[in-house]
């Protein structure tokens, strides 16, 4: 599923999906403007198709109609080697 971002307020990114909306907790993936890859998690699904989100890292750089994709599956964090 692809999004696009509608706002953004501090480590807050609401996402507006066309279709099917990601599940509260999934992870979505969003690039910055200098290419460095974003994760953000469902915390919310809002009225007219959105989402809101918390960014797991700086949000400066991201812009309103940048895409983002459902990764439909929860954050997930590597452990060991």
């Known amino acids: 599923m692809n999004g ?7 480590p807050v990114v609401d996402v507006y999906f066309e279709d099917e909306l990601p599940m509260i907790y999934s992870a979505i993936k969003t690039t910055k403007n200098n290419g460095e890859n ?17 960014s797991m890292g700086s949000t400066d ?5 940048d895409r983002a994709e459902s990764l439909n599956r929860p954050i ?3 452990v060991g080697k």
Request: hydrophobic fraction near 40%; avoid cysteine.
């Open 4 to 10: 696009t971002i509608k706002q953004i307020i501090g």
């Open 38 to 54: 974003i994760i953000l998690e469902v915390e919310q699904q809002l009225p007219g198709n959105i989402v809101r989100t918390i």
């Open 61 to 65: 750089g991201l812009r309103r109609g």
């Open 76 to 78: 997930s964090v590597p």
